[in-house]
């Protein structure tokens, strides 16, 4: 089993900066991918970012040159880093890690970005 805790939601204005935190704890040694997800009310979750064990990061079109995902293996932890926010991207974030076939997903975190 794996937990995952995230932090740094929150409000910010359009342009802004937010950096979203997800700590791994419990069974993590077979961990690959981490990420980031996200889902509106009454929409699908959708894939913001990921990134492998070796640092192989994947990115949404509509967020690429504005978040970077970053990760420290020896704290288990995985970030999103938002710049230039805008108020679409207003949602839930969620934590994810995969341990294939097992999806482990993190309680979410706001983000509300005002116009």
């Known amino acids: 089993q794996v937990q995952l805790v995230e932090s740094g939601g929150g409000l910010v204005q359009a342009g802004g900066s937010l950096r979203l935190s997800c700590a791994a704890s419990?069974?993590?040694?077979?961990?690959?991918?981490m990420g980031w997800y996200r889902q509106a009310p009454g929409k699908q979750r959708e894939l913001v970012a990921t990134i492998s064990s070796g640092g192989s990061t994947n990115y949404a079109d509509s967020v690429k040159g504005r978040f970077t995902i970053s990760r420290d293996n020896a704290k288990n932890t995985v970030y999103l880093q938002m710049n230039s926010l805008k108020p679409e991207d207003t949602t839930v974030y969620y934590c994810n890690a995969e341990d294939w076939p097992v999806k482990y997903w993190g309680q979410g975190t706001q983000v509300f970005v005002s116009s």
């Open positions: 419990g069974s993590t040694n077979s961990i690959n991918f």
